[in-house]
């Protein structure tokens, strides 16, 4: 037997396919096209990666900073959560 969606589930699901599909061309959810054009500017000039290593290591710091002046400990948890995704270990 097979289930048949009413004209309102099809719409619905047609429109989330249609979401997917844009996210999917940006390469991102939330990408503008101006942030699709300097990824591509600064993965063209070769040093996308360098800037990467940079942004990494600011959003590190960062984290260090507010963790040592964060007092609410479930907050510094998740802080530190996110740092050691970010390091590795």
Do not use: C
């Not at 047609?14 to 939330?30: K, P, W």
């Not at 990408?31 to 000039?45: G, P, S, V, Y």
């Amino acid at each position: 037997m097979t289930d048949k969606l009413s004209d309102e589930e099809i719409i619905k699901k047609q429109e989330r396919l249609y979401e997917l599909e844009s996210s999917a061309m940006a390469g991102r959810l939330g990408m503008t096209e101006e942030e699709q054009k300097t990824r591509i500017k600064e993965f063209l000039a070769g040093d996308h990666r360098q800037k990467r290593r940079e942004a990494a290591a600011a959003r590190r710091e960062e984290l260090r900073r507010e963790i040592a002046t964060t007092t609410d400990s479930e907050k510094k948890a998740k802080l530190e959560l996110r740092l050691e995704l970010l390091t590795g270990y």
